[in-house]
């Protein structure tokens, strides 16, 4: 179950399979680099998550100054073209609406696991969840 919202969540700010895959195992790496300073084993999913974000985080600072020949990698499928444009609509987005969508659609983690995973108010969460949705409402109406 962890390892399915680390791909999602990593997916969802990337939006690209291999990146996530590559995050995903920066993560587990760090990780496990890492585990003496997990102070409460019960707090472990929130943990890693925030090592995976800050992960795809890096990957993403990367990717931006790197030229990109093909925006579709080989072997990804779409079901129609829609969805290949809302991808690119959320890719997009800030890194901080990137992660809010990310965690909230790709990986159904509620607005107060998303405040505990990013160590910030529930408040900013709804605000900033309802600012990426608007930012993508305009941009489907725009089309």
Do not use: C
């Amino acid at each position: 179950m962890l390892k399915t919202k680390l791909y999602r969540t990593a997916k969802g700010i990337l939006g690209n399979e291999n990146l996530a895959l590559d995050a995903v195992s920066e993560a587990v790496f760090q990780a496990f680099r890492g585990i003496k300073r997990l102070r409460q084993p019960k707090y472990v999913e929130t943990w890693f998550i925030r090592i995976l974000i800050n992960a795809a985080n890096d990957i993403y600072r990367r990717q931006k100054h790197e030229v990109v020949m093909e925006t579709i990698p080989e072997g990804t499928y779409y079901d129609s073209h829609h969805e290949l444009e809302f991808n690119q609509m959320i890719e997009m987005l800030q890194p901080e609406l990137r992660q809010i969508i990310s965690l909230k659609y790709y990986s159904d983690y509620t607005l107060g696991e998303i405040s505990s995973i990013l160590n910030i108010p529930e408040g900013t969460v709804k605000s900033r969840l309802n600012r990426a949705l608007n930012l993508l409402r305009l941009e489907v109406l725009d089309e």
